[in-house]
């Protein structure tokens, strides 16, 4: 019974000592991003699946309301650049594709309702690589699909980094 007890101790020191460790070390979760404006105008395309998982993730993480009208917004994020690439990478001796590079480019801006530039036009492309396979081919098809998917939300945790950075002058 006493050996039982002394095993439970150790192992709540050692814990308790990795904690520490990590805490010492400057480790922390990360955060929800914390924008530094009330109200935002998410300017993006009608059929923009980037759009429709950014609004989502502002509403989620965020204090920052999603404002309809963009005069009445404190800033306008503007969507210019949105676009899915995939680029043969690796040819088979047969000249087949057996891999491929997927992208997604993404160019915004952030401006206030005047028109005044908060963030000049920023481009960040997120890429990933895919096998082929002749004989995998609906498999892969689906993976390719995850991999744009899993690239969007990433995306998205991108752009909301960048804008928590942002210096808002107080009126």
Not at 24 to 33: I, P, Q, T
Not at 162 to 167: A, D, H, N, Q, V
């Amino acid at each position: 019974m006493r050996v039982a007890g002394k095993r439970g101790a150790r192992r709540r020191l050692a814990a308790a000592g990795v904690a520490l460790a990590l805490g010492a070390c400057g480790f922390h979760l990360r955060e929800s991003a914390n924008l530094p404006f009330e109200s935002l105008h998410p300017a993006f395309a009608p059929n923009s699946t980037l759009g429709v998982e950014f609004k989502r993730a502002l509403r989620a993480a965020t204090n920052t309301r999603i404002e309809p009208d963009r005069n009445q917004a404190q800033a306008i994020l503007v969507s210019m650049t949105e676009r899915r690439e995939k680029e043969i990478t690796v040819f088979s001796s047969a000249g087949r594709p057996r891999e491929y590079q997927l992208r997604l480019v993404f160019q915004f801006a952030l401006v206030d309702p005047r028109g005044v530039e908060m963030l000049k036009p920023t481009t960040i492309t997120l890429r990933r690589e895919i096998t082929a396979s002749d004989l995998q081919l609906l498999s892969k098809e689906q993976e390719e699909v995850l991999l744009y998917r899993e690239m969007q939300t990433d995306m998205v945790q991108q752009v909301l980094r960048r804008l928590s950075l942002i210096r808002v002058a107080k009126p």
